[in-house]
Nanobody
Framework: QVQLVESGGGMVQAGGSLTLSCAAS????????RSWYRQAPGKPRDFVAT???????VYADAIKGRFTISRVNAKNTAVLQMNSLKPEDTAVYYC?????????WGQGTQVTVSS
């Protein structure tokens, strides 16, 4: 069983920045991809960004150019750098990892952007 622990959420004013981290409890050398999703109140969980084991990144249109996903393999950690935050970015952010053996989710971290 893989456990994921997210950190870095909080409250920030519009235009500000936050950095989210997702630490995995196991080595990730055979990981297929790491991703971030978010869920605002009353809305479905939406894709934000992904980075594959080979380093290919894909972003949702809503955050393209403002968010950057990266990884720190030595620390089994994925990072989501969020810049130029907007009130509509307010949501619970979840990280997820996909291995050949299955997919695992973190518990989520709240991001609140005030106008």
């Amino acid at each position: 069983q893989v456990q994921l622990v997210e950190s870095g959420g909080g409250m920030v004013q519009a235009g500000g920045s936050l950095t989210l981290s997702c630490a995995a409890s196991t080595t990730t050398f055979n990981l297929i991809r790491r991703s971030w999703y978010r869920q605002a109140p009353g809305k479905p969980r939406d894709f934000v960004a992904t980075i594959t084991g080979g380093g290919i990144t894909v972003y949702a249109d809503a955050i393209k150019g403002r968010f950057t996903i990266s990884r720190v393999n030595a620390k089994n950690t994925a990072v989501l750098q969020m810049n130029s935050l907007k009130p509509e970015d307010t949501a619970v952010y979840y990280c997820t990892v996909v291995f050949v053996s299955g997919q695992y989710w973190g518990q989520g971290t709240q991001v609140t952007v005030s106008s």
